[in-house]
T-cell receptor, first 113, second 115 residues
């Protein structure tokens, strides 16, 4: 079945630093790549997404880049703040998966003040 | 709008018991999903539905059943609960999954412990 590898599994940064999380996916037909943030005890919430016809998308301090040839995409967070501390999940879907999303294992991001 | 509503939020089951997790959405989404999340892990798809009367298995369907009699409701049934089913269950929905993929919205989760 489809799978996605997400790295690193944990990431610790100082406030103000940048954080980068990378995912590699298996289904070349996928065309939808969202990132979700999950705070402790809460539901996953979409923070940014990108479609296969776009190479990069930015929303304030967060950005996502997509390399369809290499089948990987990355989340970039700049000027990190303590409230960015959470678990981040990449996912992919669309194409032959239609509405279903396959999720990565998650990255625990800790931002130290 | 309430979005995706799940009940109960917490439940303790004894081995062998059965129960139903309720899920309802008021966004008129045609796609609905059940995911489970084990501690420190990602989300795994249990079952999904593309519309009323249509359901299909996801990655980890064993031990579960679903039904979709209306657009709004998508209950998940656990038969003969086992300790391996201890997990957090998330119901979710999206509009017209299609081939383009669309944002999935999650409910608040149901914490289930089987003892």
């Amino acid at each position: 079945g489809e799978n996605v590898e997400q790295h690193p599994s944990t990431l610790s940064v100082q406030e103000g630093d940048s954080a980068v999380i990378k995912c590699t996916y298996s289904d070349s037909a996928s065309n939808y790549f969202p990132w979700y943030k999950q705070e402790l005890g809460k539901r996953p919430q979409l923070i940014i997404d990108i479609r296969s016809n776009v190479g990069e998308k930015k929303d304030q301090r967060i950005a996502v880049t997509l390399n369809k040839t290499a089948k990987h995409f990355s989340l970039h967070i700049t000027e990190t703040q303590p409230e960015d501390s959470a678990v981040y999940f990449c996912a992919f879907g669309g194409g032959t998966s239609y509405g279903k999303l396959t999720f990565g294992q998650g990255t625990i991001l800790t931002v130290h003040p | 709008n309430a979005g995706v509503t799940q009940t109960p939020k917490f439940r303790i089951l004894k081995i062998g018991q059965s129960m139903t997790l309720q899920c309802a959405q008021d966004m008129n989404h045609n796609y609905m999903y059940w995911y489970r999340q084990d501690p420190g892990m990602g989300l795994k798809l249990i079952y999904y539905s593309v519309g009323a009367g249509i359901t299909d298995k996801g990655e980890v369907p064993n031990g579960y059943n679903v039904s979709r009699s209306t657009t709004e409701d998508f209950p998940l049934r656990l038969e003969l609960a086992a300790p391996s089913q201890t997990s957090v269950y998330f119901c979710a929905s999206s509009y017209s999954g299609g081939a383009g993929g669309n944002t999935i919205y999650f409910g608040e989760g149901s914490w289930l412990t089987v003892v």
